[in-house]
């Protein structure tokens, strides 16, 4: 018989993620056009190096992106993500002891690092690019479903719903559906609603407000909120200035039952998970 503890396991390569608390996922993007850090980290030094800082402060798994995904972004090819990414991986890999996502849509990306120790395929197209799907089960690892309309150099372009929390949901449960199909069962999907991507200020708020409509799903919840042009819309701040909104949502997040947020500022985040932990042990 299957215990409740065994179910908060997430097997996550040769690391486990236990779902039963929130966890902090710090970003570390290895590009040079990402738009709050492009370029800061895609020195191979510097990014082990913010790396690890982000593991002192508490993070408890790394993000690594090497495609940005801000709105207008160019793609990239796979070779050149590939370049970007797989040394940083197996140097984290290496060296750190941390759960890797790799922030990647890429077939060839999702293989390669898997076998160089990632332990989470984190894809904010839900893998709808050709052999995505085939290629994240044969990695056996969970992966992140993220909604998104249209790619992200257009997602922007007049973004509408009738319901935004129930058109994302429904838009989730089919990619679960998919990958059910491909082979990858639910007990290794996370979902992402997608804060930021194909979404007005207000679809944005709606959808976070309602945010707990998505446990009908079955599935735990990451939600990326860090530094988004929404904090910058709701309160009028520029990108520098949005850690005090940005932790405010997190705290939100957190109350309204995300196990996953995904976050530039660690140790300010690691802070406010760790005091609603304190309140919420309390007798």
Same mark, same amino acid.
């Given at each position: 018989?299957?215990?409740?503890?065994?179910?908060?396991?997430?097997?996550?390569?040769?690391?486990?993620?236990?779902?039963?608390?929130?966890?902090?996922?710090?970003?570390?993007?290895?590009?040079?056009?990402?738009?709050?850090?492009?370029?800061?980290?895609?020195?191979?030094?510097?990014? !082990?190096?913010?790396?690890?800082?982000?593991?002192?402060?508490?993070? #408890?798994?790394?993000?690594?992106?090497?495609?940005?995904?801000?709105?207008?972004?160019?793609?990239?090819?796979?070779?050149?993500?590939?370049?970007?990414?797989?040394?940083?991986?197996?140097?984290?890999?290496?060296?750190?002891?941390?759960?890797?996502?790799?922030?990647?849509?890429?077939?060839?990306?999702?293989?390669?690092?898997?076998?160089?120790?990632?332990?989470? %395929?984190?894809?904010?197209? &839900?893998?709808?690019?050709?052999?995505?799907?085939?290629?994240?089960?044969? #990695?056996?690892?969970?992966?992140?479903?993220?909604?998104? !309309?249209?790619?992200?150099?257009?997602?922007?372009?007049?973004?509408?719903?009738?319901?935004? #929390?129930?058109?994302?949901?429904? =838009?989730?449960?089919?990619?679960?559906?998919?990958?059910?199909?491909?082979?990858?069962?639910?007990?290794? %999907? %996370?979902?992402?609603?997608? =804060?930021? =991507?194909?979404?007005?200020?207000?679809?944005?708020? &709606?959808? =976070?407000?309602?945010?707990?409509?998505?446990?009908?799903?079955?599935?735990?919840?990451?939600?990326?909120?860090?530094?988004?042009?929404?904090?910058?819309?709701?309160?009028?701040?520029?990108?520098?200035?949005?850690?005090?909104?940005?932790?405010?949502?997190?705290?939100?997040? &957190?109350?309204?039952?995300?196990?996953? !947020?995904?976050?530039?500022?660690?140790?300010?985040?690691?802070?406010?998970?760790?005091?609603?932990?304190?309140?919420?042990?309390?007798?």
């Amino acid at each position: 018989m299957t215990s409740v503890q065994s179910l908060t396991r997430l097997p996550c390569g040769n690391r486990v993620l236990d779902l039963a608390q929130t966890h902090v996922m710090g970003i570390l993007n290895v590009t040079p056009d990402s738009f709050s850090d492009g370029g800061r980290y895609s020195q191979l030094d510097a990014a !082990l190096r913010h790396a690890e800082a982000m593991v002192l402060a508490g993070a #408890t798994l790394i993000d690594v992106g090497g495609e940005s995904t801000r709105p207008g972004a160019r793609a990239v090819s796979p070779l050149e993500e590939l370049e970007r990414v797989a040394p940083i991986v197996e140097l984290i890999n290496r060296e750190l002891d941390v759960i890797i996502s790799v922030d990647t849509s890429t077939p060839a990306v999702m293989r390669e690092t898997a076998r160089l120790g990632a332990g989470l %395929i984190n894809d904010v197209r &839900s893998l709808r690019r050709d052999g995505a799907l085939d290629a994240a089960a044969a #990695t056996g690892l969970p992966v992140c479903l993220m909604h998104m !309309l249209g790619e992200p150099g257009d997602m922007q372009d007049n973004p509408q719903y009738q319901d935004v #929390t129930r058109e994302v949901g429904e =838009f989730l449960a089919e990619r679960m559906e998919q990958c059910a199909q491909a082979g990858i069962p639910a007990e290794r %999907i %996370i979902l992402d609603p997608g =804060f930021g =991507f194909a979404k007005t200020l207000q679809h944005n708020l &709606s959808l =976070f407000k309602h945010m707990e409509a998505l446990h009908a799903l079955g599935r735990p919840l990451l939600v990326g909120v860090s530094r988004k042009s929404m904090i910058g819309h709701a309160l009028n701040r520029p990108v520098g200035e949005r850690l005090h909104g940005g932790l405010a949502l997190a705290a939100l997040a &957190s109350v309204k039952g995300a196990r996953i !947020l995904r976050v530039h500022d660690v140790a300010e985040t690691v802070d406010v998970v760790r005091m609603i932990a304190a309140v919420e042990s309390a007798e």
